[in-house]
Nanobody
Framework: QVQLVESGGGLVQPGGSLRLSCAAS????????MGWYRQAPGKQRELVAA???????NYADSVKGRFTISRDNAKNTVYLQMNSLKPEDTAVYYC?????????????WGQGIQVTVSS
């Protein structure tokens, strides 16, 4: 089993910054794409950003120019640098990864981490 553990969330003021990290751990696995999703109260989960193993990225329109996704393949870790945060960025953020183990391929999810942007 592969575990995804998020860290780096918390409470910040509007205009502030946070960096989220998500580390994958386990044995006999590799990861293709990794990404971040978020879900705010009363809203559906949405894709925030995604990155392939080769470094190609995609972003939601609402975060373009403010958020940057990156990864360290040697550490099986994905990061989300969030700048110029707005109250509407408040949500639970979930890491996900496309995981390959011998004979199987599936998607794993982290437990979620709270990001709150408020004065």
């Amino acid at each position: 089993q592969v575990q995804l553990v998020e860290s780096g969330g918390g409470l910040v003021q509007p205009g502030g910054s946070l960096r989220l990290s998500c580390a994958a751990s386990g044995s006999s696995f590799s990861i293709n794409a990794m990404g971040w999703y978020r879900q705010a109260p009363g809203k559906q989960r949405e894709l925030v950003a995604a990155i392939t193993s080769g470094g190609n990225t995609n972003y939601a329109d609402s975060v373009k120019g403010r958020f940057t996704i990156s990864r360290d393949n040697a550490k099986n870790t994905v990061y989300l640098q969030m700048n110029s945060l707005k109250p509407e960025d408040t949500a639970v953020y979930y890491c996900n990864a496309q995981v390959t183990r011998p004979g199987v391929r599936y998607v794993d999810w982290g437990q979620g981490i709270q990001v709150t942007v408020s004065s």
